[in-house]
Each structure stands twice: as C-alpha cells, then as structure tokens.
C-alpha cells in the first residue's frame, strides 16, 4: 500500500524506516500538515497518515475521497481533528492508534508536577552559574496530599498508580468508574468535590463537546487557593485566559501543560527566531510557577515504536480485509 505521510518529523521518519521494511508498504514522507491546500499531495496514494495537528474537516475530506484515498491512519489516540461522519458519508475508512504507551504521557505528568514542585529546573541553572543558594527553591511533599484525577481511563489510571505510589490520596471522577482503581484505593467522587478538595488537579479526559472548557472560572474558584493544575489530554480542557485570571489572583498556584487550546500553530515548531503573535501563550510564558512542554508526553522510544507498528499494522489489517478494534 502506498502510503502519504503528512506533517513528518525526522524522528518519526527514523522509527518508520527502521520497521517499514517489514512490511509490505511504501511511504512518501511530507513535512508540511494536512490542509486544504496540501491534500493534493496525497494523489498516487491509497493512504494517508496523519497526526494531532493535522486537520481533515470536510474539504480535506472531500478532496481525499476525489483522489481514491482509501484509509486514513492516524498515528495517535485523540480524533478530534477529524469530521469522522463525513469521512463515512465518503467511505473513507479511519484507523487509530488507541493505545500505545499510557505510562510515557502518565510519567510526563509526573515530571510536570516534580519539576514545578521542586523547581529543579530553576536549580540547574543556578547550580550552572555557581549560585549554590536555596532561596525560594522550596516545594511541597507529595506524602499525604490529595490528587485529583479527572478521567481515569489508560493514562488516568497509570497516573493513580504511580501517585499512589508517592503516598498521595487520590479522588477521581469519571463517568465510568474503573474496578481496578477502586481496588488500589482511588476514591471516586463528584466533580466539584474532586475541585474543592485536591492540592494538584491532572486531566486525563478526552475533549468531546461536553469537555471543552471542562475548567473555567467557575472551576477555578471553588478549587483550593494555590492548587496545583496539570493537563497532559488536550488543551480546550481549559479556559487559557481564565487560568490566566486565577494565576495572576494566585488561585492557581502552578500550572503545567502539555498541551494548549491554540497549539497548531505553535508546537512542534521551532520559534526561537518568530515573533510569537499569540499573546495568550506569550503570558503564560511570564509566569515563574507555570511550565509549559509543547505535547511531548506521548515522546518516548517505547511509544514511538508501538506508534509506528501499530500504524503499519492497520493499513495491513485493512489490505487483508481483517477487522480490527482500532477502526474508528
Ligand atoms: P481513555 O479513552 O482510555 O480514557 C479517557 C477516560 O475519560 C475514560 O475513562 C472516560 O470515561 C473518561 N471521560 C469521558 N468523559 C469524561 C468527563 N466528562 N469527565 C471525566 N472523565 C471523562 O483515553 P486515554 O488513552 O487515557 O487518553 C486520555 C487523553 O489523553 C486522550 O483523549 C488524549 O486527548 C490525551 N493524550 C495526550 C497525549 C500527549 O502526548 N500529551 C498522548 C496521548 C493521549
């Protein structure tokens, strides 16, 4: 099967090379993301593969379908990029990867809230300038707080597992309820409650409608002063301005995200010599207690492997006519 790739970055390239060879695929690797505009370039193909950031809406969609697409893969787990009812209207079949290393974006959580905790990415550049001081490098012991999961589906659950291993009492809410979590001691609870009660809040929900801005002001004002917020999912989670609003009345007291509302146009992009025209992000950018990773959580070897076997192996399912559970 003939396969175009869009929105390719040279490690995701390097992992695709390393595994096509055992299959029976060929690949046309584009840098630039699927848009109206660039579809054109999936013509000759009988798949195209997409990422996050790309976007099939209708005229994508269209467009596809015109050209004899066949399949679209997508190499992760959100779909929200794409209009899934009118790719059907078009026939267009639609894979995913639901599932390829829950621990790596759980572990990425764990390593927001560490690092905002004890500061130690303020630390090793002191340290670098021979500034030995402890000054206001102070943090919070994890043993015995209280942790708030909202969504504990694969990642969420990682996460309760591994907070429960720092000691931490974990609430959660979810509109289903996971057997296992309870087992551990995960204490499930309304939404609000889970809000007034916790001292870090992470998210592991999906973005539906009913999601977006599952945290507003609203939300940010019955929440604990000086509270802890995490969002690893998506970033239409969250109200930015709002969060904006309660950090600056020190409501909320750090915030780390791997993911934001407007992110298409920045992450994954190397910006260091752009003039940053979202003043939103560039805000957020002006707070010492909020870290900001640009989605990296899904970023390990682990990962990108399964990704890409997984990727290779629904277009295979497909040629062959074998129904798989990752067919949106
Ligand atoms: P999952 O489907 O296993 O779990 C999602 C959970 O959210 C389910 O248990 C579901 O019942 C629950 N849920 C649905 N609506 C809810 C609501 N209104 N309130 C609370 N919970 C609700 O998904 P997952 O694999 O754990 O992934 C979770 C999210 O993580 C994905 O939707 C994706 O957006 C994000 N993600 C981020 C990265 C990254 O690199 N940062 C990588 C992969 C996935």
Redo the contacts with the bound molecule.
């Keep these: 099967m003939k396969i175009a790739l869009f929105n390719t970055k040279s490690y995701e390239k390097d992992f695709f090379e390393r595994i096509i060879g055992e299959y029976s695929h060929e690949i046309t690797y584009y840098d630039i993301p699927l848009r109206p505009e660039s579809a054109e370039l999936a013509r000759n193909h009988d798949a195209i593969c997409i990422f996050v950031n790309d976007i099939a809406d209708k005229e994508v969609l269209k467009k596809l379908s015109e050209l004899g697409i066949k399949i679209i893969t997508l190499r992760?787990?959100?779909f929200?990029n794409i209009d899934i009812s009118i790719a059907k209207e078009y026939g267009l079949r639609i894979f995913r990867v639901?599932?390829?290393s829950?621990q790596?974006?759980a572990e990425?959580a764990i390593a927001l809230i560490m690092t905002l905790n004890r500061k130690t990415h303020k630390a090793y550049n002191r340290v670098r300038e021979n500034n030995f001081s402890l000054e206001k490098l102070n943090g919070f012991t994890l043993y015995g707080k209280t942790v708030g999961v909202?969504?504990?589906?694969?990642?969420?659950?990682a996460f309760c597992t591994i907070m429960k291993g720092f000691g931490c009492h974990i609430l959660a809410?979810?509109?289903?309820e996971?057997k296992e979590m309870i087992k551990i001691g995960v204490q499930y609870t309304t939404?609000d409650f889970l809000l007034q009660q916790s001292d870090i809040i992470s998210l592991?929900?999906?973005?539906?409608p009913?999601?977006k801005h599952?945290i507003s002001k609203e939300q940010f004002d019955i929440m604990k002063k000086g509270v802890m917020l995490i969002n690893?999912?998506?970033g239409a989670l969250v109200n930015t301005k709002d969060a904006i609003g309660a950090l600056k009345v020190g409501r909320l007291g750090y915030l780390g995200i791997?993911?934001y509302e407007q992110e298409e146009q920045i992450f994954f992009h190397d910006m260091s010599e752009s003039i940053i025209q979202d003043d939103v992000i560039s805000r957020l950018l002006t707070f010492p207690n909020v870290l900001i990773t640009s989605?990296?959580?899904?970023?390990t070897n682990e990962a990108l492997e399964e990704i890409v076997r997984t990727t290779l192996q629904n277009c295979t399912d497909f040629e062959n006519g074998i129904a798989n559970d990752r067919e949106l």
């Design positions: 992760c787990a959100g929200n639901p599932s390829y829950p790596s974006v990425h909202i969504g504990t589906g694969k990642i969420g659950s809410y979810d509109p289903t996971s939404f592991h929900c999906p973005l539906i009913e999601t599952i690893t999912s998506r791997d993911v989605h990296q959580g899904f970023f």
